[in-house]
């Protein structure tokens, strides 16, 4: 039998856990409830008094997540909607957070603009120097591994080792492994949080997100930050996010294969100057990625000598759509110079798909030989 805690019993709990709650003649996949008011006669002390507190439709998706994540999970209509709760939760006034400087632009805005005139004060530091770098002194840590765009990685278990021995927690923003690649409360992080808009989700069409901990105040929080603050997932929204997340492992198969296989071509291609992927020997990442993650994922750096080249490769090649974000079924790239990320202006995050493997390969190798 699998353990308990591999991939696949996850992903079977994940597959089969809604039969426990089915009674005979209800439908295999959870009804959207499309409710704001539900019948509430007497003392208002069910568990769905009115659609800001609770849904049923979003109770099924987080036990789904929950499943994988192996832990409580509350779900958010964002990412970002997610690691706001997950910020709020975890800070007090005038907490001092350690952030990557590397990870995603937008939670470093949102502390810079929000939470720093609250007296949050927060330090960045490069994810590839997380994992050494003291921790004493800050009340979070927050970390983005593999990071993005860059596809640095840092150690999560040493991470939550030091800063425990400190007094600080660790939250993991999970979304471009998904909890599938990388188990980060199992690692020892205390809080996770994923963009589902990406792989979770899988399929480009709702943006979404997650919560998840094993800390039941915390969580605590993270509800009441939902309810009070009214950052709630539309029901629909829930059920594509189920709904796509029901293949995730079928996609990241695909997915972390052709990625695996595109990474080797870039690296040996003479029109690519450079390459990060963490399931490259020689990559930087190599090394931890191999310990904390069940494959090194789908999403490759790959810098072209300029961002004429860059963007050539983008627009030309008939098997990539020319777009942002990541995670989604058909393989798209973008230049994240675009956006101020300091990055080199030829560098492209390619996020590979679900195509036939070899069709893709053949068509991604035929442009680069055009290059
Ligand atoms: C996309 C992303 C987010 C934000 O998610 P949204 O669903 O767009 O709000 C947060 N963190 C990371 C690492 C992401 O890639």
Request: proline share 0%; hydrophobic share 25%.
């Given at each position: 039998m699998a353990d308990q805690n591999s991939p696949d019993r996850r992903m079977m709990d994940l597959l089969h856990g809604r039969a426990a709650e089915l009674g005979k003649g209800e439908s295999l996949t959870p009804p959207i409830v499309n409710a704001a008011k539900y019948a509430l006669p007497g003392a208002p002390d069910h568990a769905f008094p009115y659609g800001r507190f609770d849904n049923p439709t979003w109770k099924s998706v987080e036990a789904a997540i929950g499943a994988l994540e192996d832990a409580e999970t509350i779900c958010f209509p964002s990412g970002m909607a997610a690691v706001t709760a997950a910020l709020m939760a975890c800070l007090k006034p005038a907490a001092k957070v350690l952030l990557p400087s590397d990870g995603y632009y937008t939670v470093r805005v949102l502390l810079d603009e929000f939470f720093n005139q609250h007296g949050i004060e927060t330090t960045e530091i490069p994810t590839a120097d997380m994992t050494e770098h003291p921790v004493d002194g800050y009340d979070l840590v927050w970390i983005e591994t593999p990071s993005n765009p860059g596809l640095d990685v840092c150690d999560i278990a040493t991470i939550a080792r030091r800063t425990h021995a400190a007094g600080g927690l660790v939250c993991v923003d999970n979304t471009t492994a998904t909890p599938l690649l990388q188990g980060t409360l199992g690692l020892g992080a205390d809080i996770t949080v994923s963009?589902?808009?990406?792989?979770?989700?899988?399929?480009?069409?709702v943006l979404f997100g997650h919560v998840s901990s094993r800390d039941a105040a915390l969580m605590e929080r993270v509800r009441n930050w939902r309810k009070l603050s009214g950052s709630t997932p539309g029901p629909a929204e829930a059920y594509l996010a189920y709904r796509g997340l029901m293949t995730l492992e079928l996609r990241l198969a695909r997915m972390c294969e052709s990625a695996a296989s595109l990474a080797n071509l870039f690296y040996s291609h003479k029109a690519v100057q450079a390459v990060r992927y963490p399931g490259l020997a020689n990559d930087p990442s190599f090394k931890v990625a191999s310990i904390q993650m069940a494959k090194p994922g789908f999403v490759i750096g790959v810098t072209f000598a300029d961002e004429a080249t860059a963007e050539k490769f983008i627009t030309d090649c008939p098997a990539i759509f020319a777009a942002t974000s990541f995670g989604g079924i058909q393989t798209s790239a973008e230049r994240r110079a675009r956006w101020g990320d300091a990055v080199p202006e030829g560098y492209v995050r390619l996020s590979v798909g679900c195509e036939p493997a070899e069709a893709l390969f053949a068509a991604i190798e035929q442009t680069l030989g055009t290059l």
């Open positions: 963009s589902d808009t990406k792989a979770l989700a899988g399929h480009s069409d």
